[in-house]
């Protein structure tokens, strides 16, 4: 999804910057000002600015998205990883396979997260898919874990 408006993105901003270039090029009448190297870099400049801070913002937006699943969900495993630690208190075995299970999902998503706000271009778009990944071995793992424990 992010790749597809990031490419839609760079295709608009140089469209844009081939257009200015035109129709600058296109107004060659004496009265009127010849375009310039220096003018198309400036306008192509400024359409790639675009570009990127309409990347960085999706990007922001798609991690405010992914933090609110994931404060949501850890909360729920929170509460259930209380459960399970007083039943693994009480020697059930089933209780603390589901904890350990829990811990290491919600790690892997920390890790994930983190990892994507460092990321930038094709690291981010490779991170996309893995914290999508691990939120749902994540939901997985609750949702087993909810399961055994009741």
Do not use: H
Not at 9 to 23: N, R
Not at 48 to 65: G, I, N, P, R
Not at 69 to 75: G, R, T
């Amino acid at each position: 999804m992010l790749e597809i408006a990031m490419k839609r993105m760079m295709l608009l901003a140089l469209s844009l910057a081939a257009v200015a270039v035109l129709a600058l090029a296109g107004c060659s009448d004496n009265d009127e000002k010849k375009v310039t190297a220096e003018q198309v870099k400036k306008e192509a400049k400024e359409a790639m600015d675009t570009a990127v801070a309409y990347s960085k913002q999706k990007k922001d937006e798609l991690l405010a998205q992914f933090n609110q699943q994931y404060d949501s969900l850890k909360q729920q495993s929170d509460q259930l990883m209380d459960k399970a630690k007083k039943q693994a208190a009480a020697g059930q075995e089933q209780a603390k396979k589901a904890l350990a299970d829990l811990q290491e999902k919600q790690a892997a998503v920390s890790e994930k997260m983190a990892a994507m706000k460092e990321a930038s271009g094709k690291a981010w778009e490779k991170a996309k898919p893995e914290l999508d990944e691990a939120l749902k071995n994540l939901q997985e793992a609750y949702n087993k874990a909810k399961a055994e424990l009741q």
